[in-house]
Structure formats: structure tokens, C-alpha cells
């Protein structure tokens, strides 16, 4: 019997055999799909274990995020939001099953799961202490911030403001309105949460949009300014001073009808450039739109960011021009609007572009991010991404913005002893419906610390509200909040 | 087929000494074990881990005597190893009744373990030779049969988690199967020494397998038959499967015919497939086994894989290291104390405290088949080598089933999952195996000198 025992031996070893490698299978290959499942509600239970890094901005100096430690097992660390509304959109939420805005962009770090931090990981498991992530510092300044917020939600409108210091691309200033209390959203209560969301969700208002990246609105006039830059840098010859055409009506070739001024304002038949763009005229602009041609138009977008992804590191929907639809359309494309769709942190990188002697910086959220034991992990080093312009042509621009500051439309938004150069929107939406009111600028002139733009959605009422009365004295009050530390 | 087959054992070394070292340090991991619960839940030594530590070792203590006393010569790891498991059992059980999950108890499991080894020590004492089991097949078979029908009886069977496999004496209840498996193992194994030339003898030769005589065929199929009317009467799937195998390889052991085997396994996958077709509850366990993920059968409120996910959950939760004893989650697992067990103890201990498990029970059966090697006589290696394999088989299909190698049927992971009558029998198995492993060990007598030839030859 020896012999056949030794073969049950042998399926015995066999069975322990499958065993094992099933074991195995499980706990290696098949580990991570059983763990995120979402079914699997120790995923749930793991995001409260984390001691969650903090967010801050002003260098650490403000707390825009923190973790609590609430003492229960289950639930460990909680999450709040101690300046709520105005940065809502910027930090988003820690909710039970996903996380939004900085919180969702950067949780390698915040929870402490991110290869820089394995170390301290491996220490903390080591030593059975609850896991600790590493904070991020935003680039925000929270004065600005608070002061925009506060500004555009006084308009009781729907609107976006971004400030951006134009030499590195930090992003200072970015509010949307309406904006949501982000406390409820991160409680550890599904059900309480979903509610929360859900009727956020349902609002009409859509407050859980961020607007300042995520949605894209017609730049109205405010799209001159990369119009102008496309004619300066295709004849080195052309200044602010080049006298352009600028007839009451600009006939639309291939249609029966012309283009008019606002309001059937005239602009003299001729202007210069920078008469032109203080009072924005728009024959002259759809005229030079469709003298360069799509193709000039859109590389001159690009050269602006226009079009091409980016990354925050929240995710910006790209803006675009539009697609090449003749050249009535071209006409209104170069007056911003038509088919012309711009995000209000595209506009700002408009500004910051001109403002930066033509090099538009790559726009960036996160100041640094600091390891669980105070030490300084990353930073982020400021990067160029694109030359818009030639400094030369970005000259020309600035002394027009400045004349529409000082003498034109943009007369809200002058400070005090500090050289301002901007230029106002109002884009039409649809026929008797408000338009939208933009405003962009930076300053100072001489040395550029802030460009900003704001946006308000519908926010010119009827006739001529032009992005002037609505828009500029907010962008006011941001400049002059950065400015003035 | 010789008394003696191979060459005789070469190992006379009683090892005592090596054997209390050993069960000393299983009982130190058990202990350590409770110290980590404590400290994962609370960063506190539970107060409890003396009373069951010094409960266990004492307990030990008392079964390692009665051992060198009435089985000297006995393989010195069974006890060891068995200590390990019941006690890291103990202790998943302890870590999971302090989530509160209803039916898990410590302190039960404790005084089982207590009865346990109070069986251990009488089957030891009473049974001085095992041989004498042989007289009693028929009995065995008989009484082996009656207590798998028991559970069928109006007034003292049961229905529990839809399985009509208990009988209620009392306040408790009691899983007769559990010591049927025992008696019907022991009626195999006389039943087949005496009938396996009979057996083994070849029909006709078709392709290239001898099939059997029709006539011969009886025993394989009363024994389907039961099976089958386990599954189905009782709905034990678990059961049904363990009692099949187990006397399908004994048959095999037995004969040495291949054709046993291939015929059984026709029969039980025949009997499978139609039980899956004409019963509910059967082709829900293949369903769920296909693709437990599905949401639909997740959701099923009977007979669907929530349980199985949620063990799967937990295992791939707990990955290589596990989340340390006491960190886990195992109330999310259903019956996480009982046929659930393994997967729990995947989650706090991971992979690499599974993987040592299984080498453990590896070992036990290691033991068992080499007793059943080392064994004299046919009677003593077809029952230690039948109950070696049905202890393989059980924990096979039991942690096949929760792991997801197999469908899932019902058995408890043995000496881990609370549950009194498992532990009694398995308690009550080992004994078995340790007395057939003294007598396999045990010098034989010499031969006297002067006889010459006419010298009698030891059987």
C-alpha cells in the first residue's frame, strides 16, 4: 500500500500547492483590484486612518485644510475647511469616496501614499503610528482671494476672478461664484454626503463648477489684445501708433450683412492702434482677424496657451478659438466672439503673458509641499511655457492697455500712484439676453507683480454695462490687495 | 502485499524533550498573538492574554503528559502543531469577538478546546491498541450512518443558515457529521482491508483502464448514493464532498486501481452537474463561484457571493504583510469566526501569515501520511493514511472554497473555526493518529536468539 499512499501524499501536496498559489494570487496580483473595489468598504475606512497633511497657503502661514484627530476607531482623523466658500473650488473636498480640487490632485501626498514618503511610511508602520501625509502650500494669497470673493459675490452674479504673479505663473488669486461650503461634503457619512452633494448637484447655479477653469465663455473684447499681438508680430513695422481701417461698418464678405461698432458708435473711419483699443472699437479688429487669415489667428492663440491642456495641477479645459469657419466668422472670432471660448485663467495668462515681456509662464497652484516632520520635500520651480510675443510687440501692447486704464474704458480699475494697463469685455451671448462683462490687467506697468482677469457672467445689464463698471473694480481691488503687502 | 513494505523505519528516538520545547514555543506565538491583538486594537497587553495563555499551555500541558504516558513512542510535531493552529484559532476568534460580531466567543472556544483535549486523552487512554477499531467496522459504518441522518429527525435536528446539519441536546448544538466523518473513516478502512482483493481484482479492459467487476461496484455506489443524499436532504454540500473524497482515495489507497478513482469522480461530477441543474441552492454556489464580482449576485440577499467577496475583500485587503492582528476589519465578513476564518486571519496576518498556516496543516498531514507509511499492519495505514487525507481534504475544500479555487460549500477550517463538534472530532482524529504513530514508532519486539529457524516471524 506504500505506493499508492505516496501518490495521495503526492495530491495532498498538490492541494497545499493550489492553495497556496491561489493564496498568493489573491494577495499579490489581485490585491489592489479587491482593495479599491468599491464594494470594499475597508477602502472607506482607510481614508480615516490617515493623519491627512494639511493644506495651507501665505507660506504656511494660513491653514486652508486641516485633519482632526476625533479620538473614535472607526473614524479616526477627520476633515475641515476653516475659511470655507472662497476657496472651495481651489482646495475642494475630502468626501468618503473621492476628493476633488487640490485634496483629489495632490492626495499622493496628503495621504502620505506618494514614493517620496516611503520611508516615513514604512517608519510609521513600523512603529504602529497612524499614517501621516505630507501638507501642501498654495501659491494663494488669501487677503486677495477673500477680497474677490467677497467682491463678486456682492454682484450677485455667477463670475470667476484669477490673479496670477505674471514672472513665475503662481496662481494668487482664484474664486468662482457661487461656491459651496466644502465642511458638509467631507463628513464620513456617505449619506449625509451624498445628500449634501446631491443637492448641490441639482442647484441651477451649479456652484460645484469651478468656473475659472472649467468653463469657457466668449472673451468679448478683452480678445483684442491677442488679435492686436498676431498684427504687431507679423510686420515688425507695425507699432501702437500704425493707423488702421476702422470704418462704422465692416461688410462681412459672403453675407449680406456688416459688422458694426457697439452701438453704431463711429470711430472715425481711421484710427491708430491704441485709439483703436482704448475706446475698442471693433471694425478695426475684424478687419485685421480677417486681413491675417485663420491660420495667423490660431498661432497666435497657441503662442498664448490657447488650446493645449494644462495642468495645475488641477486639470484647465483647454480653450480654443474655435474651428476655421470662413471669414465673416473670422471677423467675429477676432473680436471674440463666435465660436471664441476662453477660461477666465486663460485670459489672465493673456495678461500675464503681455505683462511678462511676451513669456507666458506655465500657471501653477502648489508653492511646495512639506513632509510630515516640517521638512521641505518639493517646491516648485517657476517654468516658461510659451513666447507669445516678442518683448518689443509686448511694449507696444502694454502702452495700449495702459491708455485704455487711463483714458479709456478701463478708467475703474486705476490705482493710486501705480501705473495700470488692462482692457475691458463685454461679450455678447445671445440677442437680448445680458452679455458677459470681462476685464483683464496687470501692474505695475513698470514692474509687473500681478495680472488678473475677472469675469462676470451676464453681468452687463442691457446697454453699455461694458466690463468697465463691472468687472474692472474688482480687478481693482485684487491688484491693490497684492499690491499692497 | 507484505506486512512491511520498504525498508522498516530507522527512527526509534522517542524525542520527549524536543516535543515540550516545541509545544512550549507554540504555545509563546499564541501568546504573543494575544498581545498583538491588544496592542493593535487598544496599545494595551489584553488582560485576558495570562488566563488564556497559562489556559492553553496548562491545557497543553495536560495533553503532552497523558501523550508520554500512554503513547510514548508518538510522533513528537502532531501535538505542537496542532497546538499552533487551535491556538491562533483562539486567538482570531478572541480578535474578532472584540469587534462585536454576533457569535463569536473566546471563552467558548476555550472551554472546547478544554473538551477537546479531554477527548484527546480518553481516546488515548481507552484505545490501547487501534487494532481493535478493526473489530468494530461494521459498527463504525453503522453508527457513522445513523449520525448522518440524525440531523434529519423531527424535534432534535435543526436548520441553521439554511443547512439542516445540526441537532439541538440541551442548550447546544451539536454537528454530527463531524463524528461521522470519524466513524465512517474507520468503517472504510476495515470495510476495505477485508474486501480489497476482492476489489482489486480486474473485469474487463477497456481502452486502457481495468474497470471493475458490476458486482464490485455496490460499495462505490451506496457510498454515492449516501453523498448524494447528504446534499440533497441536508443541503451540506461541504459534507457530501468531504465524505466522497475521502472514500474515494481510500479506495485507491486500498486497490492501487486508477479506475476507482476515475469512476468515482465521473459519478460525484455527474451527480454534481445534475444537483446543480434540479437544485437552487447548488447552482447558486457554481454561479457565485463563476463570477462573484457580478453586482447582481452581490446584491442577491440568498445565495449570492456578498460573503465570498467580502472574504476576498478581506485577503486582497491584507495583502503580503496583512494588517497586523487587531487593525483589521473582519466583522465586514460574515461568519468571519466560523467558515470564514481563514479569510479573516488573511487580513490581519496577509499573505505571509496564510502561507505559514497552510504549511502548518501541511505538516500535520505530513505526519499522518507518515505514520500511515510507517504503519505494520493494512488496517493501521488505510485509516491513518484515510484520516490524514480527509483532514487535507477538508481544509482544501473549506479554504478552496473561501479563496475562490472552488465553489464554495460549507465545512469548518479545522481546529480554527469555533464550533464544539468540529474541534471535539478533530480533537478525537489527531488521537488516532498519535496512537497509530506510537505503534508505528515503537521498536518491535526482538526476535529471541536461539530459535533459529524455526523462528516466528513478528507480524
Known sequence: MNGTLKRVAIACLVMFGLLMANVTYLGTVKAEELRTDSRNARAFYARYAVDRGWITADDGKTTLAKTVDTGDPTYRFARQYPLGKPFAHVVGYFAPENSTGIEG????????????????????????????????????NTKAQQLAYKDLASTGKRGAVVALNPKTGAILTMVSVPSYDPNPLALADKAKVNKAYNKLDKDDQKPLLNRAINLTYAPGSTFKTVTSAAFFSDDGSRNADTTVDAPDALPLPGTTIALHNYHGESCGGQATMVEALTISCNTPF???????????????????????????????????????????????????????????????????????QGTVMKPYLVNKIVGPDGGEIDSTRPDELSEAVTPEVAAELTKMMTNVVQHGTGTAAQLPGITVAGKTGTAETAPGKPSHAWFIAFAPVEDPKVAVAVFVESGSAGNDATGGQVAAPIAHDVMQAVLGQ | MSAVDGEPVPMTAKRRGAQLAMLAFAVLIVMAAYASV??????????????????????????????????????????????????????????????????????????????????????????????????????????????????????????????????????????????????????????????????????????????????????????????????????????????????????????????????????????????????????????????????????????????????????????????????????????????????????????????????????????????????????SKLLAGGLAFILAWQLFIIVGGVTRLIPLTGLVTPFMSAGGSALLANWMLIALLVRMSDAARRPPPQAIQDEGLTQVMQR
Request: aromatic fraction near 8%.
Open chain 1, 105 to 140: 490632485a495632490e492626495r499622493r501626498f496628503l495621504d502620505g501614499s506618494h514614493p517620496d514618503l516611503i520611508v516615513r511610511r514604512a517608519v510609521d508602520l513600523v512603529s504602529g503610528k497612524p499614517a501621516k501625509g505630507a501638507s501642501v502650500d498654495l501659491t494663494l
Open chain 1, 286 to 356: 475684424a478687419k485685421i482677424g480677417m486681413d491675417l487669415g485663420y491660420d495667423k489667428m490660431k498661432e497666435q492663440a497657441a503662442k498664448f496657451g490657447i488650446g493645449a491642456p494644462l495642468s495645475i495641477p488641477l486639470l484647465v479645459t483647454p480653450s480654443d478659438i474655435g474651428p476655421d469657419e470662413g471669414k465673416a466668422a473670422l471677423a467675429k472670432t477676432s473680436i471674440g466672439q463666435q465660436s471664441n471660448q476662453m477660461t477666465p485663467l486663460q485670459m489672465a495668462m493673456v495678461a500675464a503673458g503681455i505683462a511678462n
Open chain 2, 38 to 379: 491588544g496592542l493593535g486594537i487598544d496599545k494595551k497587553i489584553p488582560s485576558g492574554m495570562l488566563t488564556y495563555g497559562l489556559g492553553l499551555g496548562g491545557l497543553m500541558l495536560a495533553a503532552y503528559l497523558v501523550l508520554a504516558k500512554f503513547a510514548p513512542w508518538a510522533d513528537p510535531l502532531l501535538l505542537p502543531l496542532v497546538t499552533l493552529v487551535n491556538g491562533l484559532g483562539l486567538v482570531m476568534i478572541y480578535r474578532i469577538e472584540q469587534t462585536g460580531q454576533a457569535g463569536a466567543s473566546a471563552t467558548n472556544q476555550l472551554m472546547w478546546t478544554a473538551l477537546g483535549v479531554v477527548m484527546f486523552s480518553a481516546t488515548l487512554i481507552v484505545l490501547k491498541d487501534h487494532r481493535a477499531l478493526q473489530r468494530l467496522t461494521y459498527t463504525a459504518g453503522f453508527v457513522g450512518v445513523g449520525l448522518l441522518v440524525l440531523p434529519l429527525l423531527p424535534f432534535i435536528g435543526k436548520e441553521i443558515n439554511g443547512a439542516r446539519i445540526w441537532i439541538g441536546i440541551g442548550g447546544f448544538t451539536i454537528q454530527p457529521a463531524e463524528f461521522a466523518k470519524l466513524a465512517l473513516v474507520v468503517f472504510f478502512a476495515g470495510y476495505l482491508v477485508a474486501k480489497r482483493d476482492v476489489l482489486a481484482l480486474a473485469g474487463r479492459r477497456l481502452l486502457f483502464i481495468d474497470l471493475p467487476r458490476a458486482r464490485d461496484l455496490g460499495p462505490v455506489l451506496i457510498t454515492w448514493a449516501v453523498s448524494l443524499g447528504v446534499l440533497v436532504m441536508q443541503k451540506d454540500l461541504g459534507s457530501s464532498l468531504l465524505l466522497f473524497g475521502a472514500f474515494i482515495a481510500m479506495l485507491y489507497i486500498a486497490t492501487q486501481r486508477t479506475s476507482w478513482v476515475l469512476i468515482g469522480v465521473l459519478l460525484f461530477v455527474g451527480g454534481a452537474i445534475l444537483a446543480g441543474q434540479v437544485f437552487s441552492h447548488v447552482h447558486d454556489r457554481f454561479e457565485v463561484f463563476l463570477d462573484p464580482q457580478d453586482p447582481a449576485l452581490y446584491d442577491r440577499p440568498f445565495g449570492g457571493s456578498y460573503q465570498l467577496l467580502q472574504g476576498l475583500f478581506g485577503i486582497g485587503s491584507g495583502g503580503i504583510l496583512g494588517t497586523g492582528l487587531g487593525q483589521g476589519h473582519p466583522k465586514l465578513i460574515p461568519l468571519s469566526f466560523s467558515d470564514f476564518i481563514f479569510a479573516a486571519t488573511g487580513e490581519e496576518l496577509g499573505l505571509t501569515g496564510l502561507m505559514a498556516l497552510l504549511m502548518v496543516y501541511a505538516l500535520i498531514v505530513q505526519r499522518g501520511l507518515r505514520t500511515a507509511l510507517a504503519a505494520r499492519d493494512p488496517f
